[in-house]
């Protein structure tokens, strides 16, 4: 059931309506529902996309997927939400969502909802509608003039939780003399660029976000 929540439908009724955005900015990276994942979304030449960024659970595959080429990539930057686009005269961008679980991609939109919550919600063929609200742990993300994430990464890595730090963090440069250096610090990716803490990225440089045909 995690791999469903990457997607964001669950498909259920009944989530509650939350005082309108204020500053709606979907961008950033957001927790799922369940706490099993986030969700790095940015905007990629013109669309919103989404990809996953961090799973609680190392190691997840695209089991499901209908394309036999790609059931053994990893869940890990794999895109979940496709080339949405925002709807005129209202803060919410309308689009496609990858399900995980059956492997299918439904219509779904996405609507900020206050600064730091996400609502999610998709439909299969029209009907069947529901969807879940995803929580914020990264800043938005600005555009870059080439559409790609910010030319400076986002200065939070709350993206991950603590536990999930770098073995680089747990260990002191040595020194000559013996005394015991800072350990190096962990900045956040710079676009296109990953590192231990952020394995993901720039998630507009992703091959199949970068290679979408609009």
């Known amino acids: 059931m995690r791999l469903a929540l ?7 009724v009944g989530y509650t309506c939350l005082t309108p955005a204020l500053a709606a900015d979907p961008t950033g990276d957001w927790r799922v529902a369940d706490g099993v994942a986030n969700i790095r979304v940015a905007q990629c030449n013109g669309s919103m996309w989404g990809a996953v960024s961090w799973e609680k659970q190392p190691g997840g595959r695209d089991e499901n997927n209908p394309d036999v080429a790609k059931r053994n990539r990893p869940t890990l930057g794999m895109p979940t939400l496709i080339d949405m686009k925002k709807k005129p005269g209202v803060d919410q ?16 939109t996405i609507t900020p909802v206050g600064a730091d919550q996400l609502e999610i919600k998709g439909c299969v063929l029209g009907f069947l509608c529901g969807g879940e609200t995803w929580t914020r742990v990264g800043p938005p993300i600005p555009s870059s003039p080439a559409n790609a994430m910010a030319k400076g990464a986002p200065k939070s890595t709350s993206a991950a ?37 952020d394995p993901v990225g720039d998630i507009c440089l992703l091959p199949e976000i970068a290679g979408f045909a609009h």
């Open 6 to 12: 990457y997607s964001g439908i669950i498909l259920t």
């Open 93 to 108: 961008w309308e689009g496609q969502v990858y399900n995980a679980q059956d492997g299918q991609i439904y219509s779904a």
């Open 161 to 197: 939780p603590k536990a999930q730090g770098t073995a680089a963090q747990g260990t002191a440069a040595q020194g000559t003399t013996g005394a015991t250096a800072p350990a190096p610090k962990t900045a956040a990716a710079k676009p296109g660029q990953k590192n231990a803490a």
